[in-house]
Each structure stands twice: as structure tokens, then as C-alpha cells.
């Protein structure tokens, strides 16, 4: 760890996330990126990295030195930590690479939506020191070469394994609040895991199946009972994990609100006809469900028809 003044880090899947975190740390840190062709090489072209912020009327070019397409290009470097950017069904996948390019790192920070991420990354990296960042910046590519900050929000780090755990989450926490991004360290990071499922379970799913803003699940009366029969679930696995979630209805209820207008990831991967990330939320919920002995038909009629959504394109009238 070369100190908190500056950082060598690698950033593994230069998405929407990815290309935000970017935006904010090249001023203060040595940054490494890896992304998709079309993103990269449109950085190159125009030598920089457009970010706006539109909570601030603000657009910064931001300029990335370290620009790669393949991990190949950064083989054998050893950094003060990677975060690990892409979406969670291409974790073990983007984690394998990392290690047959021989890179290195005591820190590895996830960014990924749901759960049972640790697992596979315990499973592939072994003793390292493993952080969970939960995030609630909203962050869209418009197109090639830029990215919008659509809506500021905390950033909950928290330590889940490795003998310096704390310590790496800590100094990750404070990083990210010099960079102008809010973000707190916390001991515990599970009962605010069971409170990002919980959202990502209901508002996720629900605004992929019936192509609507967050807002909708919030006003439209019809989803309320869907949105019942999900928190109910959920709130009786996280009681079986030790995590007591007050009032799961009207948490959900309250940021679908605050994110009103924003278009959630997984509807915006139905609209592009990618993958969702459902097998790590609602499908992690039915797995526990399983294991714990408790029953999850909402979910799985949810989980089902989003796999349905998934797989529409060669169906469509």
C-alpha cells in the first residue's frame, strides 16, 4: 500500500460505475482502467473522459492515462487495490483473468448488486483482503466516451474478509469522500447488504417487467401487493441472518420515491437486450429461501418472468 495521499488502482470494468469511480479518483490517484473497445478507444480518441454531473450542471474531462481493453496490458503490475466493476454474472469470469494475468493486490473492493458475491471471490482469490462497497450514485453511458452522474448518493464500505479488512475499508471510505463522493466505513456491512436486496429484489425486477421509472412502483396501486409479498420474504430470510429490516414496505416505497425518475439498471439491460444481474438477487433470495427452509413464491414467480424478459427478442410479435 503506497499510503492514502495516492493510490495505484485498477479498475476492472470501466461501466457505468466503473467510468463514474474513474471520473472522480484520476485527479487524486494513479488509475488503471480496463472497459469494452468502443468505450476505451473513444477516450483515446478524444484524450479524455467526459463526466457530467447533473445534480451540478457540471461537465470535467477528465483525463486517464493508464487505458486498456485487455488485462493482458497491465500483467505482472501490483496494485494498492482493484475494484471490480463489472455486473455480478461476469465476476468469475473478470476474477480468473486477473489472476492468469499474474496481477496482483492485497485489496479487492466489489461494487456488485446482490449476494454471495464474497463467496465466489473467496472461492477464486483465496486469503485476500475482500471489501463490499454498496452504492447508491446513479450513473448512466449515454454514449462512447462519456458518462453521467445522474444522482449523488452514499457509498457503504465495509470489511467481509482477510486479516486487514477494516483497515483497507476505512482508508477505501475516505478515499472516495476526498474524491467528493459521500461514503461511510462501517463494522458490520450485512444489514445494509439486506437492505440493498431488499431494494434491488423489488424496484429492480418490478420496473424491468412493466418498463416504468422507479416512481411507478410507488404510485401505480397495483404493484403494492407484489411489493408486499416480496419484503415479506426477504424480511423473514434476514430475520434468519440476524438482520431486522423495519417497515420493508415503505423503505422501498420511500426511495422508489427519491429515485423517481431514474430508469433501474436492470431495466435498462432489458431495454438493451443484455443479461440481468436476477440469478445474484432475487434468484440469491430463492437459494436461501431453499437452505433456510422458508418459502419464497414471489420471488420465484418474479425471478422467472424476468429470465422470460431476458430471453424475449427471438419471441416478439
Known sequence: MSGA???????????AIGSMLAGYLAEE?????VGR????????????????????????????????????????????????????????????????SKIQSECFVFFQNGLGIEEIAQRILGNVNIIRALTNNGANIPEPGVVIHAGLGETVVGGILGDRKN???????????KAGLPAK??????????RKILINATINPVTALLRIRNKGVAEIPWIRQIVRSLCDEISKIAEKQGVKLKEPEEIVFDIARKTGENL??????????????IDFINGAIIR??????????????IYYL????????SHKI
Open 5 to 15: 495521499s495516492k493510490m495505484k488502482i485498477l479498475i476492472a470494468g470501466l461501466g
Open 29 to 33: 490517484n494513479d488509475v488503471y482502467c
Open 37 to 100: 473497445e468502443w468505450h476505451i478507444s473513444k477516450i483515446e480518441e478524444q484524450g479524455y473522459l467526459l463526466l457530467k454531473i447533473l445534480f451540478k450542471s457540471k461537465e470535467k474531462k477528465v483525463k486517464l492515462k493508464h487505458l486498456a481493453t485487455s488485462l493482458k496490458d497491465f500483467s505482472n503490475h501490483n496494485f494498492d487495490c482493484i475494484f471490480i466493476c463489472v455486473k455480478a454474472y461476469d465476476l468469475e469470469i473478470m476474477l480468473r483473468e486477473i489472476l492468469k
Open 167 to 177: 483497515i483497507y475499508a476505512k482508508l477505501i471510505a475516505n478515499m472516495l469522500i
Open 185 to 194: 466505513f462501517v463494522k458490520d456491512i450485512t444489514p445494509y447488504l439486506y
Open 264 to 277: 433501474s439498471s436492470m431495466l435498462q439491460d432489458i431495454i438493451k437486450g443484455r443479461p440481468t444481474e
Open 288 to 301: 436461501l429461501g431453499e437452505k433456510l427452509r422458508i418459502r419464497t413464491p414471489a420471488n420465484e414467480i
Open 306 to 313: 424476468v429470465k422470460a424478459a431476458e430471453n424475449l427478442q
